[in-house]
């Protein structure tokens, strides 16, 4: 009698031992999707805020091409203001493309590259696009962790019962778009 | 495993270092007492206390001067701090470590701290110049996964006590040789037998500490490594390159010597024998490339004969 009381107990205390331990382990996964999530933001924010020079340095020697500066203009418009992360990641593939092309352009233009100022814009970017693909690599790792322990027996229960739902990977419209920015520095 | 697996068995094996540590200690200064007498026991013992707590403490600055690594600023060398920077984001980590330099020409480096906040990185000018940007980013991810595994403070933790026990195991030695003749006349001659096993047995131990820090954490290392910057070939062609590099470090000793990406010692290749390998600190690199090759689907050429162990 007293020994089936014993393991009972036992069991009741282990069993609420593994809940609050993998209850912790989602929060702590979903803490580290935010932070991803930000640091994301941060890179995509920063490489928006470099954009504006950028096209201020090539307009002056590349007058003909509107369309072009349009298009980067646009793509930082839609940058700054989007809001889910599937918009920002549809945001970030057309801002690659756009610098890209603004690149190709200034390509043409052998003065533009000798100014200084312009090689050191081009450093940044070139940076700013690897700090985003690494952001970018960081959360996709964290979400996938996350969204797997969601969906396998036994944290699942857990998940279901406190309102842990899978977060969505930040992905690039194609593999093409995958490739950074090649910038050219010689 | 998962990074939280890691972090809990590199918790366990500081634990472990700590408790092996104090034993090792214990059983030196216990040999001291007999074969001294209990005054040079108690004195070895306090001063081994106080500067494994003041290394426990300063455990990281200790590395840094005991390697030659100054500390740089972004100008100093723009690349390798974005570099590490794009590694600390790819790692999650909540802050960009410091980096620091040292001049030597031997390709290598480290990294050291106690905790994620306040680890840094080391690089030698050799490595900066024979690395290009893809392979730079492949070693400084392989230390982002040392500090995001906590595997740092161990690491670090072992090298300063390593230093310890040699520290002690030098001044026996010495206080052997040059008091040993008296001491063995007026004492026991168990006490000499005693504070000479003790002498051998320090050495031993020390191995046997680094030895708990266990190879497998470099392939860890690794394989975090390849999946921060999503390029196993990078690093692999990193280590390729450090393998054909034969220069030996100036400023290096045991009790460092696990911390590097790649094992710094070179000139104790004539010992090698049976025993070999069996108090390597690294993995050989042949080994590593080979599993990252198995992770990224590439393939480099074996490394020449003559430098596969290094």
């Known amino acids: 009698m007293n020994i089936l009381l014993i393991v009972i107990a036992v069991i009741v205390v282990v069993i609420l031992l593994w809940l609050v331990i993998a209850y ?31 096209v201020e340095a090539v307009k002056g ?10 298009n ?25 493309s756009a610098v890209g092309k603004l690149f190709a352009i200034a390509e043409a233009y052998p003065e533009l590259r000798a100014v200084e100022s312009f090689v050191q814009l081009q450093t940044e970017l070139a940076d700013t696009e690897d700090k985003v693909a690494a952001a970018r690599r960081y959360y996709n790792a964290v979400v996938q962790q996350f969204n797997t322990k969601q969906q396998t027996v036994p944290t699942s229960f857990i998940a279901g019962a406190f309102g842990f739902s899978p977060r969505e990977f930040y992905r690039l419209e194609d593999d093409a778009d995958r490739q950074p920015v090649k910038v050219d520095l010689n | 495993m998962t990074l939280q697996q890691q972090i809990r068995s590199a918790r366990m094996r500081t634990l472990l270092v700590i408790v092996l540590f104090i034993v090792l200690m214990a059983v030196i200064v216990a040999a001291i ?50 570099t590490v920077e794009n590694a600390a984001i790819a790692a999650g980590l909540a802050k960009t470590p410091d980096i620091y330099i040292i001049d030597d ?27 290009d940007k893809r392979e730079l980013e492949g070693v400084m991810a392989h230390e982002m996964a040392h500090i995001r595994n906590r595997d740092v403070r161990l690491m670090t933790l072992a090298a300063v006590m390593v230093g310890v026990i040699s520290m002690i195991a030098d001044m026996l030695l010495w206080s052997m040789v040059f008091s040993g003749n008296r001491n063995s006349n007026d004492n026991n001659p168990l006490g000499a037998i005693l504070a000479i096993v003790a002498i051998i047995l320090a050495p031993i131990g020390a191995a046997m500490l680094q030895m708990t820090l266990s190879r497998r954490r470099e392939y860890l290392a690794d394989a975090t490594a390849a999946e921060l910057t999503g390029d196993p070939e990078g690093l692999a062609r990193a280590l390729y ?70």
């Open chain 1, 61 to 70: 020697y590349a007058t003909h091409e509107s369309a072009t500066f349009e």
């Open chain 2, 241 to 310: 390159k450090l393998a054909a590099d034969q220069r030996p470090l100036a400023k290096v000793n045991r009790a460092t010597a696990h911390l590097w990406i790649e094992s710094p010692l070179r000139d104790n290749k004539g010992m090698r024998s049976s025993m070999a390998g069996l108090f390597d600190t690294h993995p050989p690199l042949q080994e590593r490339i080979d599993r990252l090759q198995e992770m990224g689907g590439f393939t480099l050429p074996p490394i020449p004969k003559g430098a596969a162990d290094a």
């Open chain 1, 24 to 54: 912790n382990g989602l929060v702590r996964l979903r803490n580290e999707a935010d932070q991803g999530e930000s640091s994301i933001d941060i890179q995509l924010k920063r490489r928006a805020d470099l954009i504006p020079n950028l």
């Open chain 2, 33 to 82: 007492n007999v074969a001294f007498g209990s005054g040079y026991g108690l004195i070895m013992g306090m001063v081994a206390v106080g500067y494994g707590i003041f290394g426990y403490i300063a455990a990281g600055s200790i590395v840094a001067s005991a390697s030659g690594a100054r500390k740089i600023a972004k100008e100093d060398a723009p690349e390798l701090f974005r």
């Open chain 2, 105 to 131: 020409p031997a390709p290598n480096a480290f990294a050291a701290g106690r905790t994620p906040d306040k680890a840094y990185v080391a690089a030698t000018t050799g490595i900066l110049q024979l690395l």
């Open chain 1, 72 to 96: 980067v203009s646009n793509a930082r418009a839609q940058a700054l203001g989007a809001k889910s992360l599937s918009e920002k990641a549809d945001a970030d593939g057309a801002m690659q």
